[in-house]
């Protein structure tokens, strides 16, 4: 059975700074590539970072320069570092799995329940 339990979520001011992590277990063959989406309400889910089996990060233009993706493998966890946070990066955080995909867009087998991320002006 694959599950993945995201957790972190707060809510931050902003230019704050706020950690995601996501823990994982189950078959590990379908934790190739492992990335990171989030939901603004009203919008739609989009792809903020991942890393594929080589630990190779690939991040959205929006949050470039603010946001590091890193897997512990030991410990089973993908986290998401986030600084310089901004009202518009509020929303519903969601970790992603695949056995094979490592894009930025919808195309993950396997996801977690959410973590909401707030952030105030």
């Known amino acids: 059975q694959v599950e993945l339990v995201e957790s972190g979520g707060d809510s931050v001011e902003s230019g704050g700074s706020l950690s995601l992590s996501c823990a994982y277990t189950?078959?590990?063959?379908?934790?190739?590539?492992m990335a990171w989406f989030r939901q603004a309400p009203g919008g739609e889910r989009e792809g903020v970072a991942r890393v594929n089996s080589a630990n190779i990060p690939i991040y959205a233009e929006s949050v470039k320069g603010r946001f590091t993706v890193t897997r512990d493998v030991a410990a089973s966890t993908l986290y998401l570092h986030m600084s310089g946070l901004k009202p518009e990066d509020t929303g519903m955080y969601y970790c992603?799995?695949?056995?094979?995909?490592?894009?930025?867009?919808?195309?993950?087998?396997?996801w977690g329940q959410g973590t909401q991320v707030t952030v105030s002006s």
């Open positions: 189950g078959n590990l063959a379908y934790f190739v590539c």
């Open positions: 992603a799995a695949d056995s094979w995909y490592c894009g930025l867009q919808e195309q993950y087998d396997r």
